[in-house]
Each structure stands twice: as C-alpha cells, then as structure tokens.
T-cell receptor, first 112, second 114 residues
C-alpha cells in the first residue's frame, strides 16, 4: 500500500541554519505530495504542495521538489528562524478525493 | 473567513461510554475528512465524505466507529463503547477541490478515555 517515510526527529538547529527534512514515498500511480506543519498548540496547516513530477512547491521560504525518479519530496529552508519550530508532516494522496497518507512527522527545534 | 471548527475541544469520558464529536467544515467545501492523531499511530485517515457519494469508511478501526454528514455540511463522528486505546486527537478537515486539492484542518478534539 501507499506509505510515506520521513526522517525522525527531533532536529535541533541554530537560527539561520539550513534545514532539510527528507521524505520518500511509495505509491501506485501518480500521487500529489504535501508538506503540512503543526506549530505548538495549533492545528495542521498546509505548507506547500506539488501535484506532478518536477513541480516545486514553495511557501514562507520553504521549498520542496517532486522527484519521481527518487520518489522523494524533501523539504528545505535556507535560513530558519525560531518561529519555524514545529512538527512537519510529509503526506501524499493518490485517491481521487485526496485523502491523505501522512508520514510520522519530524519535530524541528530552532534555538536562538 | 471562518475556518473548520470542531467541538468539543476536549472530552474526557469513561471506558464503555459513547461519545459524539462534531465538525463544521468551511462553507461550500464539498469534501470532509476525519483523521486521528495519536502518539503510537501518528496521523491516520478514518473516513471521508464527498458530496452525495457514499463515504469512504476504509480507515475506521472498528465497527464501534461511525460517522455521518447531514445536509452536506456538518459531520458527527460517533465512537461507541469507548476504549482506552481510542484516546487521541480527532481532526476534521474540509476541501473545496478534487484530486490534489489542499485540506483545511480544524483544531481537533482531544479525547481521553479513562
């Protein structure tokens, strides 16, 4: 069945450091790929998405490129801030109506 | 505009009792989803509704779980004879689009079964 694997956390970084969170997937067909973020005490929010191979999603300085050849959708940010501390979830949907299959989540802690 | 709302925000119940969790989706969104977030299992899909189509119940963990969506809007998730392993945060999401569309999540209902 479909699955998403993302790197385990917590990932601890200093402010202004470069962030990468690896995400790989297994799916039949051509899934849409998403990154969701959950800030402390808040609900899940869509961070970015890509719906076909080689698409790049971007938002708030974060980027991820849909790589079909490596079945990956790694999340990157060039310079993190303390406010980026959150749990990040990689997800896919192959269903016509977009039900999501989530990875386990990666906690990111950014220190001043 | 108003986002997805869920009630109650917290629910404590005794093992064996039934609970009802409510979700109000964003107005006009045709698709509605329920997920569960727990420490041991992460984020799991439970059920979704799309317009007037039959719901996809493939994620419901047992027949103690059921959900309905009245008038294509509000949804209620019911858990009968609750067990301690049902303790989790239950998340509702809605979406206006078809395949590949973003889902907008509510704040969740934190359920604790004693």
């Amino acid at each position: 069945g479909d699955s998403v694997t993302q790197m385990e956390g917590p990932v601890t970084l200093s402010e202004e450091a470069f962030l990468t969170i690896n995400c790989t997937y297994t799916a039949t067909g051509y899934p849409s790929l998403f990154w969701y973020v959950q800030y402390p005490g808040e609900g899940l929010q869509l961070l970015l998405k890509a719906t076909k191979a080689d698409d790049k999603g971007s938002n708030k300085g974060f980027e991820a490129t849909y790589r079909k050849e490596t079945t990956s959708f790694h999340l990157e940010k060039g310079s993190v801030q303390v406010s980026d501390s959150a749990v990040y979830f990689c997800a896919l949907s192959t269903d016509s109506w977009g039900k999501l299959q989530f990875g386990a989540g990666t906690q990111v802690v950014v220190t001043p | 505009g108003a986002g997805v709302s869920q009630s109650p925000s917290n629910k404590v119940t005794e093992k064996g009792k039934d609970v009802e969790l409510r979700c109000d989706p964003i107005s006009g969104h045709t698709a509605l989803y329920w997920y569960r977030q727990s420490l041991g299992q992460g984020l799991e899909f439970l059920i979704y509704f799309q317009g007037n189509s039959a719901p996809d119940k493939s994620g419901l963990p047992s027949d103690r779980f059921s959900a309905e969506r009245t008038g294509g809007s509000v949804s209620t998730l019911t858990i009968q004879r609750t067990q301690q392993e049902d303790s989790a945060v239950y998340l509702c999401a809605s979406s206006p689009q078809q395949r590949g569309g973003a889902q907008y999540f509510g704040p969740g209902t934190r359920l604790l079964v004693l």
